[in-house]
């Protein structure tokens, strides 16, 4: 198929969202939270809803992760310290946002190396304006 062929869906960039948590209802809070379209100077996202630590290292192997937001409270592998082995071991590393639950635990997430943090809760506006500041 020659690039004249192809729609212009097709010729469209994608960024891809990773979303790790345990936990059915945080990952459905962030991705309702999310929009495909989440700021006009970025292209579209593509959500990937993930359950389990070893699913989001075969992501990361893929090399197709654009941003990966981390449940800080996930178990049995947490966020922080999934996000300080994803920055050891990976090269180059997407962006990693770490949700936290309490505000104390900022240093955490700065001991893991991520490069934000968002509150859960989810804060409906605080989350698309972090995600649109670390995908720029």
């Known amino acids: 198929m020659s690039r004249d062929d192809r729609s212009p869906a097709e010729d469209r960039?994608?960024?891809?969202?990773?979303?790790?948590?345990?936990?059915?209802?945080?990952?459905?809070q962030v991705l309702g939270t999310l929009d495909e379209q989440l700021h006009p100077d970025l292209p579209d996202l593509q959500l990937i809803e993930v359950a389990t630590a070893p699913t989001v290292l075969a992501h990361l192997d893929e090399r197709t992760v654009d941003l990966?937001?981390?449940?800080?409270?996930?178990?049995?592998?947490?966020?922080?310290?999934?996000?300080?082995?994803?920055?050891d071991e990976y090269e180059p590393c997407p962006p990693l946002l770490v949700l936290?639950?309490?505000?104390?635990?900022?240093?955490?997430a700065d001991w893991s190396r991520a490069d934000a943090t968002a509150a859960l809760p989810i804060d409906p506006l605080e989350l698309p304006r972090t995600v649109v500041d670390l995908l720029r």
């Open 13 to 28: 960039v994608t960024l891809r969202v990773l979303v790790y948590s345990d936990n059915p209802g945080t990952r459905r």
């Open 68 to 87: 990966a937001i981390l449940d800080g409270e996930a178990a049995p592998v947490g966020g922080m310290g999934l996000a300080k082995q994803i920055r």
């Open 100 to 108: 936290i639950a309490r505000r104390a635990d900022r240093w955490l």
